[in-house]
């Protein structure tokens, strides 16, 4: 039922007919609705809290353009948020794709740097490959590499890791030169930069990537 913390709640009656329960502070209001009103209803908030412009400008589902509005509205990436200039350009990339503030920072820098990557590629053990959000074939798959740049025969796979080297452990450390020996062999260049160097410089960790690239 509809709360405080959850002011609106949807439940199904029969088939065809909701109820429809919001709650606010000290007003609340219940009522049955049918399908198709519910959906005219869903259309109009969504309009209304810009969700409809989201998911058409990005081809993305309701439920992601949710997760980017979130990120937006939190205070915490105001900053990050209204002074990007890819605003309403990378940020399906930047809020769904990328998995952690590095990573953002090297992709935003990476776009201003008019370098586009793919991000989170799947590859798989025998260099096929497929796209994000394709569910991972866990029978198949090699890595997925954060970052993968390709340019005049250049395929670099770029990782963007929240340890340093030293703080690896043993286990780690062989699995990522093992799988580093196999992309080689596919015919790939592994970049593995440490959280360490991207936020202390991550102009320079573009750099890097642009002469691999060359």
Same mark, same amino acid.
């Not at 409809?52 to 980017?68: L, W």
């Not at 090297?106 to 798989?124: C, D, H, S």
């Not at 196999?182 to 260049?189: A, C, H, N, V, Y």
């Given at each position: 039922?509809?709360?405080?913390?959850?002011?609106?709640?949807?439940? @199904?009656?029969?088939?065809?007919?909701?109820?429809?329960?919001?709650?606010?502070?000290?007003?609340?209001?219940?009522?049955?609705?049918?399908?198709?009103?519910?959906?005219?209803?869903?259309?109009?908030?969504?309009?209304?809290? &810009? @969700?409809?412009? #989201?998911?058409?400008?990005?081809?993305?589902?309701?439920?992601?353009?949710?997760? #980017?509005?979130? !990120?937006?509205?939190? =205070?915490?990436?105001?900053?990050?948020?209204?002074?990007?200039? !890819?605003?309403?350009?990378?940020?399906?990339?930047?809020?769904?794709?990328?998995?952690? *503030?590095?990573?953002?920072?090297?992709? @935003?820098?990476?776009? $201003?740097?008019?370098?586009?990557?793919?991000?989170?590629?799947?590859?798989?053990?025998? &260099?096929?490959?497929?796209?994000?959000?394709?569910?991972?074939? !866990?029978?198949? #798959?090699?890595?997925? *590499?954060?970052?993968?740049?390709?340019?005049? &025969?250049?395929?670099?796979?770029?990782? $963007?890791? &929240?340890?340093?080297?030293?703080? =690896?452990?043993?286990?780690?450390?062989?699995?990522? =030169?093992?799988?580093?020996?196999? @992309? %080689?062999?596919?015919?790939?260049?592994?970049?593995?930069?440490?959280? %360490?160097?991207? =936020?202390?410089?991550?102009?320079?960790?573009?750099?890097?990537?642009?002469?691999?690239?060359?």
């Amino acid at each position: 039922m509809a709360d405080n913390r959850n002011p609106v709640s949807i439940q @199904l009656i029969k088939k065809g007919t909701y109820k429809l329960s919001i709650k606010l502070d000290n007003w609340e209001m219940s009522r049955e609705i049918t399908e198709n009103a519910l959906k005219g209803l869903l259309e109009e908030i969504n309009n209304v809290t &810009g @969700l409809t412009k #989201i998911s058409e400008t990005f081809n993305c589902s309701g439920e992601d353009a949710k997760r #980017i509005r979130e !990120f937006w509205d939190l =205070r915490s990436n105001w900053t990050l948020c209204n002074k990007c200039k !890819f605003k309403w350009h990378e940020c399906f990339d930047c809020i769904i794709k990328c998995d952690s *503030p590095l990573e953002r920072n090297l992709l @935003l820098e990476l776009r $201003a740097q008019e370098i586009k990557p793919v991000i989170q590629r799947r590859i798989n053990k025998d &260099g096929s490959y497929y796209e994000f959000p394709k569910e991972i074939d !866990f029978d198949h #798959i090699l890595t997925i *590499p954060d970052f993968y740049v390709e340019k005049e &025969g250049a395929k670099l796979c770029v990782y $963007a890791d &929240g340890h340093t080297y030293h703080e =690896r452990t043993e286990k780690q450390a062989l699995r990522d =030169r093992n799988i580093d020996r196999e @992309l %080689q062999k596919l015919g790939f260049k592994v970049l593995r930069y440490t959280g %360490q160097e991207i =936020r202390k410089d991550v102009s320079l960790v573009v750099e890097n990537i642009k002469i691999n690239l060359e």
